[in-house]
């Protein structure tokens, strides 16, 4: 279901999604602090989770986390959620305001050199293909999905190129055209 800014008013939920280092989670954090609503990190929740639960594997948390976003979802105080996964779950809910980030492959690449503090593009580029790998296995083996079909544009009611905005513009830009 498409979020429609002018029936919709105010989201009480906002979802962001967006590749490795696209500014998906740097946009969440803006919006939330801007809209003064909680943040859901899905990303760092599975990451704690990871490493407190050695026990578990990968697909147990991610099914696990699953069942808690949709809750998150579903509820109605004003969150803004992050994620791998959310335009998928937020798909078939009304008053969702979904949002996909998009940054170019050297705008990420760069970003994510800056982000671990690696020696150069290319180590970043092959750390970012395994991360990519790791995604689309745990995709795949959990939920029978490819990272194609969570970036399918057609689940989101805004794609943002992130390469060359600020969180700042991007939110104002969010904002004159009706979504907040």
Known sequence: MKFNPEKD?????IVVNGDVCSGSST???????????ELIDVG?????????SSHEDANEISIALNGLIMQHIAADREK???????????????????????????????????REGLSSLEDASLAMRNRHEIDRRLLHETWDLSLDQIF?????????????????????????????
């Open 9 to 13: 008013k105010n989201p009480r939920i």
């Open 27 to 37: 946009l969440a954090g803006q919006i939330a602090d801007e809209l003064d609503y």
């Open 44 to 52: 760092q929740m599975f990451r704690q989770e990871m490493l407190r």
């Open 80 to 114: 803004v959620i992050e994620g791998r996964l959310v335009g998928v779950q937020a798909k078939n809910f009304s008053g969702v305001l979904k949002l996909l980030c998009l940054a170019t492959s050297e705008v990420r690449v760069e970003r994510y050199m800056n």
């Open 152 to 180: 399918n544009p057609i689940l989101y009611d805004e794609i943002i190129d992130t390469s060359h905005q600020s969180p700042c513009e991007i939110i104002r830009s969010l904002e004159v055209r009706g979504y907040f």
